[in-house]
C-alpha cells in the first residue's frame, strides 16, 4: 500500500510500504481524506522531530471505512464508515487518574507519536474509533476532528445563548469556534486582517472586524454598551493577540488560549485582576466533543463545503502542505485512495 510519510527536512514522501492484518482488538480502516493542519504543519518544519518516528505517515483529521477487524473486535464490521480520536492515553498517570486523560502527562498523540492516516489502510486501536452516521459524506466527515477541537474550547468557555463572544483569528479553527458559538445562540465577531478570511466569516454569519484599520477593542464595548465581550477565543497564536485578548472582555468574562504559543509571550495580568477575569487553556477534546461534531456536520449546522478549499491525491501531498504554509487557506484534504 502507499504512504505519504514525514521523511525529515521538510519533506513529504510517497513511499510503498506493507500493510500489516489488524491485530486484536484493531480495526483496519481504508482511509478515504485526510485533513491537513496547523500541527502537521509543524511537524514538516521539524519542530516535533522528537516526537516522530521518521520516515513516518502522519495525519489524523481523517474519514474511511471498515476494510476489516482483528479479533474481539466487536463494535464495527467492514463497510461501516468511521473517524477515530486519536488521544492514546495511559490511564494511570494523576491527569487521568482525576478524569481527564484527554490531557494524560503521557499521553499519545496518534499520528505524531505514532503513526496516522496518511496512508491507504491504517490500523486503530478500537476504543479509538468513532461511529459515523451513513448520511454523512466522508468527504465532510474529515472535518469531525477539527470542529470537536471547536466544540471543546466553546465547552470550555460556558458559552451560553444571548452572549458575546469574540474570536480573534479566522484561521480554519477559529472559522469553526465561530460557527459552534453561534450555533450554541451567541453573538459572534471575529477579529481577523485577512480579507480572504474575514469574507468567509461573514459568509458564515459572523460580524467581523478589520483590525488594521478599525479600534477593535472601541468597537466591541459599542456593541456591548461599553460591557465587554462574555467570553474571548485567542486562535491567533502570536504575541500581541494573547497580550490584548483581555481587553475585550467584561467583568468576569473568560478568555479562553486556543492557539498554541510554543514560547511564553506577556498578557496584560492587571486586566485579569482589575475584572477579576477567568483564563482557560484549552487543548484536544473528550468524547462528547467529538459526538457533538458530528451531530454538527450531518445537520449541516457547519457548511463543510465552504471550508473545503480543495481536495488533492496522496501523490499531492508535498504540494498540499506548501500551499497551506503561509496561505490563506482553509481546509485542504487529501484524498488518499487517489492520485
Known amino acids: ?57 502522519i495525519g489524523h483529521e481523517m474519514s474511511g471505512t471498515v476494510e476489516s477487524v482483528g479479533d474481539g473486535v466487536t463494535a464495527f464490521a467492514a463497510g461501516d464508515k468511521v473517524t477515530v480520536m486519536p488521544l492514546d492515553w495511559c490511564g494511570t498517570c494523576p491527569a487521568c487518574k482525576a478524569g481527564n486523560s484527554h490531557i494524560c502527562q503521557n499521553l499519545n498523540f496518534v499520528g505524531i507519536d505514532s503513526p496516522g492516516s496518511l496512508q491507504e489502510l491504517w490500523n486503530v486501536r478500537e476504543d479509538l474509533v468513532v461511529p459515523l452516521p451513513a448520511s454523512l459524506s466522508l468527504e465532510h466527515a474529515a472535518l469531525v476532528e477539527p470542529l470537536a477541537v471547536a466544540c471543546h474550547d466553546v465547552a470550555r468557555s460556558r458559552l451560553t445563548e444571548g452572549e458575546t463572544a469574540v474570536v480573534i483569528g479566522g484561521g480554519p479553527i477559529g472559522q469553526l469556534i465561530a460557527l459552534v458559538a453561534a450555533a450554541t445562540g451567541a453573538t459572534v465577531y471575529v477579529i481577523e486582517p485577512n480579507p480572504e478570511r474575514r469574507a468567509l466569516a461573514e459568509r458564515l454569519g459572523a460580524r467581523t472586524i478589520d483590525p488594521t484599520t478599525s479600534d477593535a477593542v472601541a468597537i466591541i464595548e459599542e456593541a456591548t454598551g461599553s460591557a465587554g465581550a462574555d467570553v474571548v477565543f485567542e486562535v491567533a497564536g502570536v504575541a500581541v493577540t494573547a497580550l490584548t485578548a483581555v481587553d475585550y472582555a467584561k467583568v468576569r468574562g473568560r478568555v479562553v488560549l486556543v492557539a498554541i504559543h510554543p514560547n511564553p509571550v506577556p498578557i496584560n495580568l492587571h486586566r485579569v485582576f482589575w475584572r477579576e477575569l477567568e483564563l482557560l487553556g484549552a487543548r484536544v477534546y473528550v468524547r462528547a466533543d467529538f459526538e457533538r461534531a458530528i451531530e454538527l456536520l450531518a445537520s449541516g449546522a457547519v457548511p463543510a463545503d465552504d471550508l473545503i478549499t480543495s481536495v488533492v491525491g496522496l501523490s499531492e501531498t508535498q504540494s498540499a502542505f506548501d500551499q497551506l504554509s503561509g496561505a490563506a487557506a482553509m481546509k485542504i484534504l487529501v484524498n488518499v485512495q487517489e492520485g
Do not use: K, W
Request: net charge negative.
Open 1 to 57: 500500500m502507499r504512504a505519504a510519510q514525514y521523511s525529515g527536512e521538510h519533506r513529504i514522501v510517497v513511499n510503498e510500504v506493507e500493510a500489516p492484518a489488524p491485530a486484536s482488538g484493531e480495526v483496519q480502516i481504508r482511509v478515504a481524506y485526510t485533513g491537513i493542519c496547523g500541527t502537521d504543519l509543524h511537524v514538516l518544519h521539524g519542530s516535533m522531530d522528537a516526537r516522530v518516528d521518521v520516515p513516518q505517515a
